[in-house]
C-alpha cells in the first residue's frame, strides 16, 4: 500500500477544503508515492516522536497540529519546527496532518470529546455555510434510476441525516444530432423529442468531481446536459464545535467530577448557574469564538480551551464556561484517527506514540 492511499482515505473523512485558511492540514513532508510500512499518531510531531518512528521503521507520522503553519525560508535546526523536519527527511519519513478539517466534520474532534463525555443527540454548534453544490441534470426516464443510483454511490443526495435525496419532475426534452454526431436516440438531422426526468440531488462541494465523474459514466447521452448552482444552506454534517444532551440531566459538582476524570489536567470554570445540568456545549482546541453561539444554542454549559481571563465575562450569567487545557481537550484525537485507520484498512500497522508531547506540566 502507498501513503497516498492512506492520506486519501483521511480526505475522504475530513476534505482538506474544510480547513481554515491559516491551517497548512496535508502532507507536510515526504513522498505521497512511498511504500506504507507503519504510522505513529500523535498530537503534536516533534523530533522525539520522529525518533520513536525510526526505532518502530514506521515511515508515515500522522499528526492533528501541523508542524508548520507558515512559510520556512531556512533549514538550519534553529528551531524545533526545522530539527523535527531535517530529521524526518534524513530518514525518510512522511508528515501528515489534519487538523481544522478534522475539527470541522460531525465525526471529527469535538464529537468524540462528547463521545466521551456521554452525550446524545449531538449536533454542529456553528454549522458551515457556503459548501453545497446542487446539481440539476436531465435523463431519460429509463435510465433515471440507473443515474440517480450511480450519483448515491459517488456521494450526492446528502442532507443532514438523511442520504439517497433527490428531486424528480417529468417533462420532455427536445434536440437535433448534427453531423458527426452519436445521438443515444433520435436520427441526425432531425428534431427529436424525449421524455425526460429532471434530477437534482445536492452535493458537498468536495464531492463535486466523483459526481461529475459519476454523472457523464451512467448518463447515456452523448452530451450531458447539467449544471452546478452554489447554495447558501448551511451544511448541518460540518462546521464548529458540538452540543449535545446528557442521558440524566446532574448538578454542576457532578458533571465538574466527571469532566475531570474524563479529560485529567486542570479545570477552570466560572461560577455555575444551573442545577441540573442537561445540555453541554464542546470545542476542541481554542473555542471562545463560540461562546455566543453556545449561549444561543441554550447550553448549559460550554467546554473548551484556551480561555483568556476576561473572557470567562462573556458567560454573562448565561452558562458555565468550562476550560480543561488545549491538549486535554484534544487528546482523544489520536484515539480517533487510530480507530478509523482500522475500520477502513485491513490489519493497518499503526499505534499511538508514547511520547508525552503536552507542552504544558501541571503541580
Not at 442520504?163 to 428534431?191: K, Q
Not at 458540538?242 to 448538578?251: A, C, Q, R, T, Y
Request: net charge negative; hydrophobic share 40%; glycine share 8%.
Amino acid at each position: 500500500m502507498k501513503i497516498y492511499e492512506v492520506t486519501k482515505a483521511l480526505e475522504n473523512w475530513a476534505p482538506p477544503v474544510l480547513q481554515e485558511s491559516y491551517d497548512n492540514s496535508g502532507l507536510i513532508c515526504g513522498d505521497a508515492g512511498w511504500e506504507f510500512r507503519k504510522a505513529i499518531i500523535c498530537l503534536d510531531c516533534l523530533e522525539a516522536v520522529v525518533d520513536e518512528a525510526v526505532r518502530d521503521n514506521a515511515n508515515l507520522i500522522i499528526a492533528h497540529h501541523p508542524i508548520v503553519f507558515s512559510g520556512i525560508k531556512k533549514l538550519t535546526g534553529s528551531s524545533y519546527i526545522e530539527r523535527t523536519l531535517i530529521k524526518a527527511v534524513k530518514h525518510d519519513i512522511a508528515i501528515y496532518a489534519l487538523h481544522t478539517n478534522l475539527d470541522h466534520v460531525i465525526s471529527g474532534v469535538s464529537f468524540e470529546m462528547a463521545t466521551r463525555l456521554g452525550l446524545s443527540d449531538i449536533r454542529i454548534l456553528r454549522e458551515k455555510s457556503g459548501q453545497l453544490l446542487k446539481l440539476t441534470t436531465f435523463v431519460p426516464a429509463a435510465y433515471q434510476e440507473l443515474v440517480r443510483t450511480r450519483l448515491f454511490e459517488a456521494g450526492a443526495g446528502n442532507i443532514g441525516k438523511y442520504d439517497s435525496c433527490s428531486f424528480n419532475a417529468p417533462g420532455s426534452g427536445t434536440f437535433r444530432a448534427g453531423l458527426g454526431a452519436n445521438p443515444f436516440v433520435g436520427e441526425i438531422g432531425e428534431l427529436h423529442t424525449e421524455e425526460e426526468v429532471r434530477l437534482e440531488v445536492i452535493v458537498a462541494e468536495w464531492k463535486k468531481t466523483a459526481v461529475t465523474k459519476a454523472l457523464l459514466e451512467s448518463h447515456p447521452y452523448e452530451e450531458v446536459a447539467h449544471d452546478w448552482t452554489r447554495l447558501e444552506n448551511s451544511n448541518q454534517q460540518t462546521g464548529s464545535g458540538v452540543i449535545g444532551m446528557l442521558s440524566e440531566p446532574v448538578g454542576h459538582n457532578e458533571l465538574l467530577k466527571r469532566i475531570k476524570s474524563v479529560f485529567g489536567g486542570t479545570v477552570r470554570h466560572t461560577i455555575p448557574l444551573k442545577n441540573p445540568i442537561r445540555s453541554v456545549a464542546l470545542c476542541g482546541g481554542s473555542g471562545s469564538f463560540l461562546i455566543s453561539d453556545a449561549i444561543y444554542a441554550g447550553a448549559d454549559v460550554y467546554l473548551t480551551a484556551d480561555l483568556k481571563y476576561h473572557q470567562f465575562f462573556d458567560a454573562d450569567g448565561k452558562l458555565m464556561l468550562v476550560d480543561i487545557g488545549h491538549f486535554e481537550s484534544e487528546q482523544f484525537t489520536m484515539d480517533l484517527i487510530l480507530r478509523f485507520l482500522q475500520q477502513n484498512f485491513a490489519n493497518f500497522a499503526a499505534r499511538l506514540t508514547s511520547v508525552n508531547t503536552n507542552p504544558i506540566s501541571y503541580l
